[in-house]
């Protein structure tokens, strides 16, 4: 129920609709034309810049990859900075586009709203942060939130798996993760202790997801953490941990990430700058375009999408020049959607 006021109330601050109005009258009706571009694509040319997340990377090279061939004058640069380096670039006016695997940080927004830079914040699908370990590891079954912040914190005596659990290898435990501009690494640390960046600094530490596979798949006694995608690309070459949060070891499959049943479950966003968005039309059709393939894009790379109809009523919204209220819209459904969710 409270889900669904929330949702109203979107709809009667944002959209225009009344507190009256069914949900296929927000999504289907009030002359929010939902296939506006349909024939001949417009011509269109410019430059779109977009930096950020390595997690969010495979659904923005993918969906800029079907943008480009749409539209061959227009050509879109995607950075992988992480995201807390792609908003350095993204909060002074450098990009058009941050991709982001965490919400954007006060000190970051203060930094944007000191040099002008006004943004809208787009949520394009949902992920999971894997802990993961070699496939010859074959003592750990699963790990407590409690162990986990055991190994992580900054003051942790955790040097050998026999300190996490008796009857563990008296072996070293070498951990691998994100660097400090990671999104996942803020919100990985965000999770376990109340606030982004607290952990050991005594491991391998890098933006690229590919150092920590490499790291963990040639380590017996390696333990990291990075995003769902990479793992479920790379099944074969490591291991997931099941994560028990007090209910339980939940292993991180893509309906329970989507569900937010697994602990380590998480938004992904697109952060565009507004003046741009409302200016250029480049711009805006991009984002349009984004939202209307991001849900074929996020099975296809590897992530839990939202549902199409989230997805539909955002498109919408972007073409009639609402930019308000998509967070809200998104999380009105997240909590109760599936895979293969058909709309409304």
Do not use: C
């Not at 695997?101 to 949520?123: C, D, H, L, T, W």
């Amino acid at each position: 129920m409270a889900r669904l006021m929330a949702f109203l109330v979107v709809a009667t601050l944002f959209l225009g609709f009344s507190l009256g109005a069914t949900i296929y009258d927000i999504v289907r009706g009030g002359g929010v034309a939902l296939d506006s571009l349909d024939g001949d694509a417009p011509r269109l040319s410019g430059v779109i810049r977009i930096d950020g997340s390595s997690t969010v990377y495979p659904i923005t090279e993918y969906i800029a990859t079907l943008f480009m061939e749409r539209y061959p004058s227009v050509s879109v640069y995607v950075g992988v900075s992480g995201t807390g380096g792609g908003f350095k670039r993204f909060v002074t006016g450098e990009t058009d586009i941050n991709d982001a695997s965490r919400e954007i940080k006060e000190v970051e927004a203060r930094q944007a709203e000191m040099n002008g830079v006004r943004y809208v914040e787009i949520p394009i699908a949902i992920d999971g942060v894997v802990v993961i370990v070699n496939p010859g590891n074959t003592w750990v079954d699963s790990l407590t939130i409690e162990e986990l912040r055991m190994i992580w914190a900054p003051d942790s005596r955790v040097e050998r798996w026999s300190d996490i659990r008796p009857g563990w290898p008296d072996k070293p435990i070498n951990l691998y993760g994100p660097g400090p501009d990671s999104g996942t690494f803020d919100f990985f640390t965000e999770y376990l202790f109340s606030e982004a960046g607290v952990s050991r600094t005594d491991y391998i530490a890098s933006e690229d997801d590919n150092v920590i596979l490499r790291g963990v798949e040639n380590d017996l006694y390696g333990l990291g953490y990075f995003g769902l995608a990479y793992y479920l690309e790379n099944m074969d070459r490591v291991r997931a941990v099941p994560v028990d949060a007090g209910s339980g070891p939940i292993e991180p499959t893509l309906e329970k990430v989507q569900r937010f049943e697994y602990p380590l479950s998480r938004l992904l966003y697109l952060y565009v700058n507004l003046d741009r968005l409302d200016s250029d039309p480049v711009l805006r059709e991009f984002v349009a375009f984004y939202l209307e393939h991001a849900y074929e894009a996020a099975l296809e790379v590897g992530y839990a999408p939202l549902p199409q109809a989230y997805y539909k009523a955002a498109t919408a919204m972007i073409r009639e020049g609402i930019y308000r209220g998509l967070y809200e819209l998104a999380m009105y459904w997240a909590p109760s959607i599936e895979v293969g969710d058909e709309p409304i």
